[in-house]
């Protein structure tokens, strides 16, 4: 019903920056929030970033400053810009959405395929 297409992953050296892109297609209603998770070899997936339905943004205290989400509304798709990246940034990034297909039908999350993310020198 919902389908979410990221890219913009790769692998970048210590303080150089990424810009992920997720791009919603299918039939969708209405996008409650929209949201960036990271998941890190080992550890539990955490929220990075999310962006409400009146453009309100909340970030991880750890990446305030760095990153930055926003979206286009006519392309359907969110981005994250990633600046002055660290070696504990990397990951596998998920974008998210809190969506509804139709008028009606119950909110639900929809998830992306995942894009890996890796700071290295």
């Known amino acids: 019903q919902v389908q979410l297409v990221e890219s913009g992953g790769g692998s970048v050296q210590p303080g150089g920056s990424l810009r992920l892109s997720c791009a919603a297609s299918?039939?969708?209603?209405?996008?409650?929030?929209s949201a960036w998770y990271r998941q890190a070899p080992g550890k539990q997936r955490e929220l990075v970033a999310s962006?409400?339905?009146?453009?309100?943004?909340m970030y991880a205290d750890s990446l305030k400053g760095r990153f930055f989400i926003f979206r286009d509304n006519a392309k359907n798709t969110v981005y994250l810009q990633m600046n002055s990246l660290k070696p504990e940034d990397t990951a596998v990034y998920y974008c998210?959405?809190?969506?509804?297909?139709?008028?009606?039908?119950?909110?639900?999350?929809?998830w992306g395929q995942g894009t890996q993310v890796t700071v290295s020198s």
């Open positions: 962006m409400t339905r009146g453009a309100g943004t």
């Open positions: 299918g039939r969708i209603f209405d996008i409650n929030t």
């Open positions: 998210n959405l809190n969506a509804a297909v139709s008028r009606g039908i119950p909110y639900g999350d929809y």
